[in-house]
């Protein structure tokens, strides 16, 4: 992976630029964690700490929810990727973050991210100490084990069927030596997995909902580690009126998923921050993609640019409005 | 010596030497023989990992798996996420209260690692801190014995030794169970351990040589956890560290969430809700967690725990000062847990080495 190492070198240079001239207060990117395959936020704010500066396939969390924390005003750098940046895009529009707060480091993204639940499914649970890379080929060590798996098959789902691989807005951006490519090698449609999914019948949908669902333990990390759900005071933590009962009933839990995804219809940009966060492996990315392809297909807009209006705050004559409920 | 007490003495003499081999393939037969009289919790093989769960052999064969320990530690089957403590419902115009029936069974959770039974130490402390018991845990944890198994593997993110335990400590078990690789040892730990007796009377007792094995099995598990911390002063050290700066560092990178609270085998808080509709309902005991926005958020709309800062010190205090205050031990197992779940990798040894570097520096 010596192009991974060239990104991160162009990185540390724009970092360290940025830190000397004093244009920002710190730049946010990862640092290693304290276990193999895990990374950890890096706000970097002095010079000496640049080399700890790390960039590759399990830089797994979405930077931009820690900006909502920070004031107006503070200028803050951020190392994002195009569906990242997206995201971000997304909070400029809806005037959470002003625009020329922010300087965006935008870097191409490779093959995408790895997800760690994938990797524990795979590995039945039990605990690697460390791993090394053949190419595309990962070999887990554990105590008692050794376990080669393919990239293809620990890739966050969204990032398996991306195609968004450039970044689309920002100050400084790290040129990749090749152009990154998607690790499918034939050509796919990016909604193939929803396509795929829609295919099923009612019943065996909500089967599947229902089974990674009741795994949910409401512990909010999918909320929390998503830069869009920003609300003051999400409905799930409002009691008065209390729109939820705090229970862990499969109908809450249910509540609670489909009321997020309305949430973010039209605004999520498929990171997936959330799925790489849940601590029960729950996929659920799908529910998410279906309404991002429902508003491509009725709006022609699943992928939002600086300054276009949401596609569910705004209103045109010509939209279509097979949904509305007609008197005859 | 009195000989009234000699008797008592007696007793506790022999418990204490039920020390018996099993063969290694004769385990399985150890567990159906106790399934016969007890309900029992196990590891089992679950579709992606191994996890504790009621075993069945009607429905299933079982066979004992290997594992180092459970990404989910039997918390719940003592204390789950919700639990009914009673109901109630309309009639005519007054409201009836219907109290909780449950028959719990006596059951037996087997193969718990060491943290985790230290854990219901933690937890019985907490449920009969105050004037009275907590009846809805009791009832279940009365009747309840744990079979331990010691920890020859511990994973990466251990750190029981820092926190007064160890991999092969039988505190808080029944009884424990050593594997040397080619046999066990069952060794009975407790006075109503004392009821395993007649499943492994049948089995040889065990020798100078295998005990010889077990204390090299013990050290070497104990060289395994890399990470060690001294807490003797921790009580003091988080006392004059309340308005420290550290805080915003260690809570800059969390998210929030409950994830650790949630996973850790000795959190505990909870919330009371009412779960109706026009005719009735339940009042429900569910887990809550510090984390939260909403934990503690008074009616007034103040809370004194407003921000991550204030959440992420609450949870460190609650295990290593709170808990030291009021019942003289700490409140962490050292399981590691809420370090391999966190989703931004927070880690809790690298909080608490802050915490002792920077009491020593002030």
Known sequence: MKIMEEIRKSLKEIVKSLISEKKVEYVLGFEEGTLPLKSVPFYIEKEEDIDRLIWNEYCNLNLVKFLLEEPHGKKIGIILKTCEIRSLIVLIN???????????????????????????????????????????DYIFKGVDFEKTIKL?????????????????????????????????????????????????????????????????????????????????????????????DKTDDLSEKMLFHMTRAIHLAGRCTG????????????????????????????????????GEPSVMGSYKMDDPQEFMVKED | MAKKTKKKKQTI?????????????????????????????????????????????????YKFPEYQNLRVSPKKFLFPQKEVLYSFEKEAKKILIKEKEETVEDQIIFGIRSCDARS???????????????????????????????CNEPMSTCFCTSVGGDPFSSEGLDAIIYDLDDKYIFKIISEKGSVFEKYVKEYPNVNKADLKRKEERASSARDKIKFEINLDNIEKDLDGLFESDIWSKVSQRCLSCGACS????????????????????????????????IFTLEASGHNPRNSGRERTRQRIYHKFNYYLKNYKILGCVGCGRCIKVCPTNRDIRETLKTVVDVAEKV
């Open chain 2, 262 to 293: 949630y996973i850790c085998p000795t959190c505990h808080c909870f919330d009371v809700q009412d779960k109706s509709d026009k005719n009735g309902g339940k009042r429900v005991r569910i887990w809550d967690n510090c984390q939260a926005s």
């Open chain 1, 271 to 306: 990171c997936e921050a959330c799925t790489r966060a849940c601590p029960e492996g729950i996929d659920i990315h799908l529910l998410y993609k279906k309404l991002r392809k429902m508003t491509k297909d009725r709006w022609n807009v699943d992928k939002i640019g600086l």
């Open chain 2, 120 to 150: 219901y130490k933690i937890l019985d402390t907490f449920f009969s801190s105050g004037k009275y018991n907590d009846p809805y845990y009791f009832s279940k944890r009365n009747k309840t014995l744990l079979i331990g198994l010691a």
């Open chain 1, 152 to 244: 293809q098959d620990i890739l966050s789902d969204s990032c398996v069927y991306c195609k968004d691989k450039k970044p689309i807005e920002y100050d400084y951006l790290v040129k990749a030596p090749n152009e990154f490519k998607n690790i499918k090698e034939e050509d796919f449609d990016e909604y193939l997995d929803v396509i795929e999914f829609e295919k099923k019948t009612p019943k065996e949908r909500w089967a599947y909902f229902k089974k990674e669902l009741e795994k949910c333990t409401l512990c909010m990390a999918c909320r929390n580690a998503c830069p869009l759900c920003y609300c003051k005071t999400c409905f799930i933590d409002q009691n008065q009126p209390q729109w939820f």
């Open chain 2, 13 to 61: 003499e022999t418990i204490e030497t039920i020390e018996k081999i099993i063969p290694k393939d004769k385990l399985d037969s150890l567990i159906k023989g106790l399934y016969k009289d007890f309900k029992l919790i196990v590891p089992k093989e679950a579709k992606n990992e191994i996890e504790y769960d009621y075993l069945e052999l009607d429905k299933e064969e």
């Open chain 1, 94 to 136: 809806e005037k959470q973050i002003n625009r020329e707060d922010i300087i965006i480091i935008g870097v191409p993204c490779s093959y995408g991210i790895i997800d760690f639940n994938k990797v524990s499914k795979l590995l039945g649970g039990k605990e690697f100490s460390e791993f090394t890379k053949h190419g595309n």
